[in-house]
């Protein structure tokens, strides 16, 4: 119950396109939904992040939808660009469970071509 | 460096050896997670500390396993007597208190068990 789903595993886009990656989750007691990014050799950065009392939030290039009833949620990138190539992750965390350790899914390696 | 830091970067150690990783949170945090990341995997959760106490040490195997935040001084994780099974990707991440749900994270260990 405490698992988050990511899908696809890996995405190829071309340059300029939009590329979205998905999650979805099974506990209703997650209260906060971040997306990181990491490249190879490096610790993940915090990219955006949502709570779930609105349905997208926006950062440049960058959009979280999040969909409460259907427990998904998902992260947009316009415009994509090679030097978004990267691994990218979704997380979720929960104040009721005591403290705010996040569950990540498995990632998704995001490879935009020329 | 306002970041998370974390040393050595790289480790290298034989099997049954100890292995000790430290984590420096950013300036003015005082809570530290410990997330380990297998080839190809997501993050999972090891352990959750506050200076000098352990909140919540629910994804830290039982055994060879332990971490500290004293009062003065970096975090510790230390790993007794490793084995090929720990060789892996270690990350702490820091957040300012309770009421904060961002977490920021260091570079990582790479730890390698020969």
């Known amino acids: 119950q405490q698992q988050v789903k990511q899908s696809p595993q890996s995405l190829i886009v071309q340059k300029g396109g939009i590329s979205i990656i998905n999650c979805a989750y099974e506990?209703?007691?997650?209260?906060?939904f971040p997306w990181y990014q990491q490249f190879p050799g490096k610790g993940p950065a915090l990219l955006i992040a949502?709570?779930?009392?609105?349905s997208e939030k926006k950062e440049g290039r960058f959009t979280i939808s999040f969909n409460k009833s259907a427990k998904q949620f998902s992260l947009h990138i316009m415009d994509s660009q090679p030097g978004d190539s990267a691994t990218y992750f979704c997380?979720?965390?929960?104040?009721?469970?005591?403290?705010?350790?996040?569950?990540f899914g498995t990632g998704t390696r995001l490879t935009i071509i020329p | 460096n306002a970041g998370v830091m974390q040393n050595p970067r790289h480790l290298v150690r034989r099997r049954g050896q100890e292995a000790r990783l430290r984590c420096s949170p950013m300036?003015?945090?005082?809570?530290v997670y410990w997330y380990r990341q297998l080839p190809e995997e997501g993050l999972k959760f090891m352990v959750y500390?506050?200076?000098?106490?352990?909140?919540?040490e629910s994804g830290m195997p039982k055994e060879r396993f332990s971490a500290e935040f004293p009062k003065e001084g970096p975090s510790i994780l230390r790993i007794q007597q490793v084995v090929r099974g720990d060789s892996a990707a270690y990350f702490c991440?820091?957040?300012?208190?309770?009421?904060?749900?961002?977490?920021?994270f260091g570079p990582g260990t790479r730890l390698t068990v020969t």
């Open positions: 991440a820091s957040s300012l208190d309770r009421a904060t749900y961002e977490q920021y």
């Open positions: 506990n209703t007691a997650f209260d906060y």
């Open positions: 949502i709570r779930p009392d609105v």
């Open positions: 997380a979720a965390s929960s104040r009721s469970f005591g403290n705010e350790k996040l569950t």
């Open positions: 300036k003015g945090h005082s809570h």
């Open positions: 500390l506050q200076k000098e106490n352990i909140i919540d």
